[in-house]
């Protein structure tokens, strides 16, 4: 029966069933705020897609990810509040200041390999922060930038208000998903999934590591950069609070959670725990009481996430099928091993 019940989850038709719920959430909500927060948690699965390609598929721990989220928040921040650029020119020039910074740390630090790759990009974080923090002339430091341009409409659609700017950034989510999934079925992909699983092995097989590890922190810094500036374009106030390295860590949590590189976990991840949050905010900071042990629990018996314990489990339970009923599953099997090998 629960076999039966995942196998219909692995079908193309869920996926639809999914984007169809999205895009009618709107219309079931009970009043605007739970709009603004579903916008709110796509934002931030669009960060956490990124940090899947870096992490999730090529296994370098970025602790920078948070700081090139506000480096794309500030960017389109500052255009728009004190240069008087429109939105989309400097939405533009946000992916391009992530993606060119993101060349430049990463054929620095990927040098680096596993926990000193890490502390180092912890150390960039850090340095993020500071700079937005005492760098007053240019990000006005702890006052923030103000009257940040919304993005522009056209005809009837205001994205200033808070329903179409949720299907701006659905769109865009499932444009992020879309990318990832052909990434992560092409041989740029797969490229990626065997360096994560060993430097030498990547090697011996004629791969370029450090080119393909700064291509794989370039797209994840991009992503990054979207993110933020979608978010400053929605709450139109940044600070740099934005850069603090708990933001990282909270996209961390959301990955391990989801199930990291895999293709939804990510987004489950996301949308899961801001929702979880949200609904433990009565509490307020004696929520993480409740929130804390329930993530240990959740690390403990799905450390591969719940989207990773869920594919391995369809993947055994294909196999212990009998020959006959093997090839009426087969497709299932070959779905659920192929992404169930992606997170091993």
Known sequence: MLFKLGSLLMKPGAKMALLAFALVFPFLAANEYQVYVMASAFVWAIAVYGLNIITGYCGQLNLAHGGFFAIGAYTLGLLTADAGWSFWPAFVAALVMTAVLGFFVGIVSLRLKEHYFAIFTLC???????????????????IGVRDIAAPSGFGLVD????????????????????FMGRLSRSLLGRTFIAIRNGDELAQSLGINLMRNKVLAFVLSTTYAGLAGALYAGMVRFIGPEEANINHTFDMITYLLVGGIGTLTGPLLGTVGIVWITQSLQFLEEYRMIIFGPLLVILVIFFPRGITGQFLTWMHHKAQSLAPGKKRKESKVQTASTREAENNA
Do not use: C, N, R
């Not at 960039?124 to 702890?142: A, S």
């Open 159 to 178: 994205f200033t208000a808070t329903t179409p700017f949720y299907y701006l950034v659905l769109a865009f989510l499932v444009f992020s998903i879309w």
């Open 124 to 142: 960039v974080g850090f340095i993020i922060y500071l700079l937005i923090d005492k760098w007053e002339e240019l990000t006005h430091g702890p």
